[in-house]
């Protein structure tokens, strides 16, 4: 399968833990976002990179948060400090670089802060 | 300030019938909308976009109309089956005078279609 991976698909944690997530995108795609979905609600852009570079961050993005993706292939999103309200489904996509492309979209990671 | 409107209560349709979803917009002149399809527990699936010149795109069963002027864009399935069951999201981009890349995307509509 090529699509994009996402892991771990599950993630329980106590509220104020770190937590982190992978996602790999398909090789040939050099933009990759971040997307958090919740309950009844459409995905909330979160930030996205154009190869290694961020090049957008969305002002739901707080401090806690923080994205990487070092060599331009996979990508890393940190939430330090877990509050409940971070409790979500967090999605990963990636697209070719021109404006306009579908995005691909991978199963993403539930998160539960208890 | 920027809003993507659609449906929040379910259709319900009989199967073999036309199932139309819509999705009105305000504040936005996007480059581009485009419709996705989301089941539950998976992440959302690409199916179709339309660019803002053109007024209707078609691909086998579903058809996507575009209407800059009313700030709409209509969704359909023809010939609907129980495995078109699923939560439908429309998304825009920024529009060329923002540059903004990233999509923002609509609640979506739960599609149920009954046999």
């Known amino acids: 399968d090529t699509g994009v991976s996402q892991n771990p698909r599950h993630k329980i944690t106590k509220r104020g833990q770190n937590v982190t997530f992978r996602c790999d995108p398909i090789?040939?795609?050099?933009?990759l976002y971040w997307y958090r979905q919740t309950l009844g609600q459409g995905p909330e852009f979160l930030t996205y990179?154009?190869?290694?570079?961020?090049?957008?961050k969305s002002r739901l993005l707080s401090d806690r948060f923080s994205a990487e993706r070092p060599k331009g292939s996979f990508s890393t999103l940190e939430i330090q400090r877990t509050e409940q309200g971070d409790s979500a489904m967090y999605l990963c996509?990636?697209?070719?670089?021109?404006?306009?492309?579908?995005?691909?979209f991978g199963d993403g990671t539930r998160l539960s802060i208890l | 300030s920027q809003k993507i409107e659609q449906n929040s209560e379910a259709l319900n349709i009989q199967e073999g019938k036309t199932a139309t979803l819509t999705c009105n917009y305000t504040?936005?002149?996007?480059?581009?909308l485009q419709w996705y399809r989301q089941d539950p527990g998976r992440g959302p699936v690409f199916l179709l976009l339309?660019?803002?010149?053109?007024k209707e795109k078609r691909k086998e069963r579903l058809k996507v109309t575009f209407d800059t002027t009313l700030k709409q864009s209509l969704f359909h399935i023809t010939a609907s089956q129980p495995a078109d069951s699923a939560t439908y999201l429309c998304?825009?981009?920024?529009?060329?005078?923002?540059?903004?890349?990233?999509?923002?995307f609509g609640s979506g509509t739960r599609l149920q279609v009954q046999p």
């Open positions: 996509a990636s697209s070719l670089g021109q404006h306009g492309q579908p995005q691909h």
């Open positions: 090789s040939e795609h050099n933009r």
């Open positions: 990179f154009q190869n290694e570079a961020q090049l957008e």
């Open positions: 504040n936005y002149s996007p480059a581009y």
């Open positions: 339309i660019r803002e010149n053109e």
């Open positions: 998304a825009l981009d920024g529009g060329m005078d923002t540059g903004r890349r990233a999509l923002t």
